[in-house]
């Protein structure tokens, strides 16, 4: 097989497994994923522990009064939100961290936001998204996102990561 027709299958296989559109699972709010040029925006998330920093994964688990910093990687994107929300349908806005329009993004390299976000003893899940697009845009589409499972339009790209809570 030569290197195009490697590269041509790797490609088509990405887009088989990239949904197509929104989907619910486990209760969560859908969220619509484009895929742009191979690069993704994503968000890193990064628990405070007594040896020192962890990085969170998809598997991990949080308690109540875990201490998490959330850093944004913009892989070129000019606006951005980072919102969570809890298995209660509560949204918590980190980026910016008051309802209003999306922030320019620094477009390269990992930022760190302004402040950590500790958990609560809220029950089920924490479900962070960053939303991401060219153009400016409200927070208000995020939002309604998240509590109404509603679809991004296609210029738009999200990338989201859900932390099961463990009960105290």
């Not at 195009?4 to 209760?27: E, Y």
């Amino acid at each position: 097989m030569s290197f195009a027709t490697a590269g041509a299958a790797a490609i088509a296989l990405l887009f088989l497994h990239t949904p197509a559109g929104p989907s619910k699972s486990r209760g969560q709010p859908a969220l619509e994923t484009i895929t742009s040029k191979g690069l993704q925006p994503s968000l890193g998330l990064y628990r405070k522990t007594a040896a020192g920093v962890e990085r969170l994964g998809a598997a991990s688990r949080v308690r109540p009064g875990d201490i998490v910093q959330v850093r944004y990687m913009a892989a070129g994107r000019s606006y951005g939100v980072v919102a969570s929300c809890d298995a209660g349908g509560a949204v918590t806005l980190h980026l910016p961290e008051a309802p209003g329009q999306a922030v320019a993004l620094v477009k390269d390299g990992e930022r760190a936001l302004a402040h950590a976000y500790e958990f609560d003893n809220s029950p089920g899940f924490e479900r962070f998204v960053f939303v991401t697009a060219e153009v400016p845009f409200a927070t208000d589409l995020v939002v309604r996102i998240l509590k109404q499972g509603a679809a991004l339009p296609q210029s738009f790209t999200s990338w989201s990561i859900t932390l099961q809570k463990e009960t105290p």
